[in-house]
């Protein structure tokens, strides 16, 4: 088979790399024995699309097309026996016979996987710059609210980070079931909505000691002020330029006096 020769403007473009790799004339001469697989297929839908170019190659629309034009297939989870597919070494087609389709699959020990390779990552990348500081894992439950998901999670010594007002309702969740206690950092990040701001807040009033609000703006100094009736740690999110810092600060009432002075100078500069 001939190898592609093109220029670095259209090597950078993905979609004409691989649009020549699949059906160029030159690569492939087979093709222009037949060309008119290449176009449109007929379009019998009732919307009877009007806008079609006879003379471009016809759309790939297959999830296949999709798995071939993206990924390196079969990846280590995946494998092909007798022309069907497994998921680690799980029988798909058995599953899909049992429960139908569309079907989603959350297979549980990549999970705990994962995270153990981010705490090794950081382990290594800390002791090779001497860094005295400690890493923990916070798991962000807007990426899967599913309980099985979380108490997956939760067992890798693990912390959390919320979103929204709802994210709280499954911290409590998880501590009346007994999976977390109140010592675990709970990182509260996100725009605080009203409702976000009384459910952080019951928190740290209940004694959830490590809750941590992140602050993205002045603003939700004084909202937070006017609802918690305990001191709170407290993040400060630092934007410069591209540059985005977390900063956390043990924050009592004259902390917050404080701070809301230097953020206001800070405006005013």
Known sequence: M????F???????????WLYEKYSF???PEISKNPDKLLWPEITDVAKTDCRNLHEPAMKDKYIDLIEQTFDFPQDEFSVEDNELNFHDIPLMELI?????????????????????????????MAKVDYKGSYNYCYCTKSSHFSFVLEEAMKNDVHLET?????????NALYDGGIIDKDRYIICNGFKRPQYVENIAQLVNDGFVNTIPVLDNKEELDLF???????????????????TAVAMAFVTPPVLDMLKRSLRAAQRA
Not at 2 to 5: L, N, R, T, V
Not at 7 to 17: C, E, M, V
Not at 225 to 236: L, M, Q, S
């Open 2 to 5: 001939k190898k592609a020769k």
């Open 7 to 17: 220029g670095t403007d259209f090597q950078n473009n993905r979609a004409n790399y």
């Open 225 to 243: 002020e006017d609802a918690f009736t305990k001191k709170c740690k407290v993040g400060i999110r630092i934007v410069s330029g591209a540059v």
């Open 97 to 125: 016979k049992q429960y139908g389709t569309p079907l989603k699959i959350t297979y549980l020990p990549k999970i705990s996987q994962q995270i153990n390779r981010a705490k090794r990552m950081f382990n290594v990348a």
């Open 26 to 28: 030159d690569l492939h």
């Open 163 to 171: 979103s929204s007002a709802y994210d709280i309702h499954i911290i």
